[in-house]
């Protein structure tokens, strides 16, 4: 037995771990504290600073509820969650690459037919959506279900504004044929800020950081015998593609968007290469 010092604060602490201590959470917790520790004394934390700390994250807790997680958009905000995201999905080359899920997927979004329309509030520039949901080898995917939602051309999700926007407003779940094939039509989604009125977009405020993500449309792919696919597709030439505020974009999910029909409709064709489970 030891009692604390400055110098042995990590092996005093990971000593007091129970002998019957799940193996992998005695793994885990040990090397929180050995970082954590290191973090402060790398720093020299001060008194003061560490009651900043505590008091931002009891900020952090206070204001999350069912419709509201801040520490996940905490987490987003510090690309902790593309990295975990990263570190839990290593793809082979030609795979399409995930990327972070977000607050505003709705589970149970309608099934629509193919080409039908998502966006049910008449704002914002038509765009036709459409590709192949493919295997690895090129092979079509039948039976996946592409689930779709984007903001619509105010910038905002529609359960962000429920009195306001048409429920299912920009979402949709489309189901693949033998041809792999799937379309619909939104809108050409438009950049909006994530969530900023609370203590991480005070963090954002301190550290001279925008809360912008650069326009996008969220799709969680899924089909039998195939890893999830949680990912976007951006707009190129979007203002904020190089300093998006949750570090979501990657250069393979940049889609083109052309006109069509007399220039009055986009469109933006991408496919999506699953890899097995
Ligand atoms: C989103 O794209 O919907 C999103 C992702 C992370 C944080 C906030 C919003
Ligand atoms: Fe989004």
């Known amino acids: 037995m030891s009692y ?10 990971n000593a007091r771990m129970g002998e019957a201590t799940d193996a992998r959470l005695a793994e885990v917790m040990a090397c929180l504290v050995k970082h954590l520790h290191a973090f402060a004394k790398e720093i020299g934390l001060t008194q003061q600073e560490w009651e900043a700390g505590i008091d931002f994250l009891t900020r952090t ?14 987490s987003d905000v510090l690309g902790f969650s593309m990295l975990v995201d990263a570190i839990n999905n290593r793809r082979p080359t030609g795979a399409t690459e995930n990327t972070v899920f977000g607050p505003f997927h709705v589970e149970g979004a309608p099934i629509r037919e193919m080409g039908e329309c998502i966006s049910l509030d008449g704002k914002g520039e038509s765009c036709l959506f ?5 295997d690895l080898d090129g092979n079509p995917v ?6 779709v939602w984007s903001d619509n051309a105010d ?9 306001i926007q048409p429920k299912w407003n920009n979402r949709g779940r489309f189901v693949t044929g033998p041809d792999g094939r799937y379309s619909f039509v939104g809108i050409k989604p438009v950049s909006y800020p994530i969530p900023d009125d609370g203590p991480v977009g005070q963090m954002l405020g301190k550290l001279g950081r925008h809360p912008y993500r650069p326009a996008h449309m969220h799709y969680l792919v899924t089909a039998p015998g195939c890893q999830k696919l949680v990912t976007h597709t951006f707009v190129g030439g979007d203002t904020y593609l190089g300093s998006d505020a949750v570090f979501g974009v990657k250069d393979s999910l940049i889609a083109p968007y052309e006109r069509i029909d007399g220039d009055t409709v986009w469109r ?3 496919d999506f290469i699953l890899v097995p489970a």
């Open 155 to 163: 910038g905002f999700y529609d359960v962000q504004q429920p009195d």
């Open 61 to 74: 807790g206070q204001i999350c509820s069912g419709e509201r997680q801040e520490f996940i958009l905490l």
């Open 142 to 147: 039948e039976g996946a279900t592409v689930d």
């Open 130 to 134: 459409e590709g192949r949901v493919l």
């Open 4 to 13: 604390f010092t400055e110098a042995a604060s990590v092996q005093t602490v």
């Open 268 to 270: 933006s064709p991408f």
